[in-house]
Every structure is written in structure tokens, then in C-alpha cells.
Antibody
Framework: DVQLVESGGGLVQPGGSLRLSCAAS????????MNWVRQAPGKGLEWISY????????YYADSVKGRFSIARDNARNSLYLQMDSLRAEDTAVYYC??????????????WGQGTMVSVSS | IVMTQSPATLSVSPGERATLSCRAS??????LAWYQQTPGQAPRLLIY???TRATGIPARFSGSGSGTEFTLTISSLQSEDFAVYYC??????????FGQGTRLEIK
């Protein structure tokens, strides 16, 4: 099956760290650009990070810049998000999403089921 | 680029037509996608390039618009269509930005 499976979420204290993983299967991972998107409880979607297929181009949302770090291991078909200096406002479901280029247009065509991160003392 | 969706909540009866709007704060050509999210589930891609249906999306879903004004129309609502819908721009990024969502509920 073509799928993305996130893991690594949990409860962490403010200022703490977590590392999320996203395991890809059923497709050629190393040709796809990947993203992390989060959703706070009861709220909308927020894009937070992008990584190119070979990992040489990376972008972050201002809300996480300097605290979060995206990476990938194409040999392991895996995407990662290292989250440091966590704050209460980082509490959310975190999704990894595959980016597809369809002609001249991009979109997120495959999403994982999400992993919950709760930041609280 | 700020994406603004309206209305926040839309109440429509099954079998009727629903029209959802998305406005961009600046010109994004047709670099717009629509997603559907049901409770407890990940978002699902419906439309890309403002008007092209993604693979497997029923023909009752259609998208239109360009520049700053976009519309998602669901021609005859089925029970499974009641969900939250998000628009997303990728014309001028980073950041990629989403609208705040429209909740489509049963009237």
C-alpha cells in the first residue's frame, strides 16, 4: 500500500524536545518533496516545513524557525522532524505530507494519519 | 499570502448544491488546491490547479477561479461530503498557506 506513517508524538514539558518520524512505503520516496503540516486542537492546517527530494533545499514557517529541523533518509524511506524548545502553542497533530508536481502545479496528494504532540507541564 | 475562506460554516441539505469561497490577499494565478477533512482523519486532496480534480475524486466536485477569487462547488451533496474544506496556495512560497476552513454541515 502507498502510505505514510508518523510516529514519535507524545507529552513533553515546555522547553523539551521530541523527534517525529514519518515512514514511507509503496512508492519511490526519493523522488518526492516532503512537508510537515500541523493542526492544533479544533483549529485549521498550518504548514511548518518543506524538504526537497535530496534534502538540499529546506524551508520553515516563521513560527518554528530556529527551533525545528527537518531531515530525511532516502535509504530508509523516512522523513524526520526534530522539535526543540517546545512551547504550549506547538501542541497539535503533526502530519507528514507528500508533495506532488502535477503539470505546473503542486499539491499535497498523500498524508499520514498524524501523530499528536502535547506540550504541557 | 493570506487565504480567507467564507462562510465559516455552511448548512446545506443532502442532494443540494454547496458553494464554498476562498480569497487570496494577492494574485496567485491558479496555484490553488482544495482539501477535504472529515473528523479524525487526515486531509484529502480534492482539486489542484484551481480546477483539476485529483485522482479518484467524484465529478460532483468542481473548482473554479483565478487570481484572487476561487470557488469549490459540490453539485449534489452526499452524506460523506459533510466535512471541513480547506483551500491552499502555493504560488508564492514559503510559506505555503491554508485558509481557515469552511465547515459544511447538514441542514
Amino acid at each position: 500500500d502507498v502510505q505514510l506513517v508518523e510516529s514519535g508524538g507524545g507529552l513533553v514539558q515546555p522547553g523539551g524536545s521530541l523527534r517525529l518520524s514519518c515512514a514511507a512505503s509503496g512508492f519511490t520516496f526519493n523522488i518526492y518533496e516532503m512537508n510537515w503540516v500541523r493542526q492544533a486542537p479544533g483549529k485549521g492546517l498550518e504548514w511548518i516545513s518543506y524538504i526537497s527530494s535530496h534534502g538540499d533545499t529546506i524551508y520553515y514557517a516563521d513560527s518554528v524557525k530556529g527551533r525545528f529541523s527537518i531531515a530525511r533518509d532516502n535509504a530508509r524511506n523516512s522523513l524526520y522532524l526534530q522539535m526543540d524548545s517546545l512551547r504550549a502553542e506547538d501542541t497539535a497533530v503533526y502530519y507528514c505530507a507528500r508533495e506532488i508536481i502535477l503539470g505546473d502545479y503542486d499539491a499535497f496528494d498523500l498524508w499520514g494519519q498524524g501523530t499528536m504532540v502535547s506540550v504541557s507541564s | 499570502i493570506v487565504m480567507t475562506q467564507s462562510p465559516a460554516t455552511l448548512s446545506v441539505s443532502p442532494g443540494e448544491r454547496a458553494t464554498l469561497s476562498c480569497r487570496a490577499s494577492q494574485n496567485i494565478n491558479i496555484n490553488l488546491a482544495w482539501y477535504q477533512q472529515t473528523p479524525g482523519q487526515a486531509p484529502r486532496l480534492l482539486i489542484y490547479g484551481a480546477s483539476t480534480r485529483a485522482t479518484g475524486i467524484p465529478a460532483r466536485f468542481s473548482g473554479s477561479g483565478s487570481g484572487t477569487e476561487f470557488t469549490l462547488t459540490i453539485s449534489s451533496l452526499q452524506s460523506e461530503d459533510f466535512a471541513v474544506y480547506y483551500c491552499q496556495q502555493y504560488h508564492n512560497w514559503p510559506p505555503i498557506t491554508f485558509g481557515q476552513g469552511t465547515r459544511l454541515e447538514i441542514k
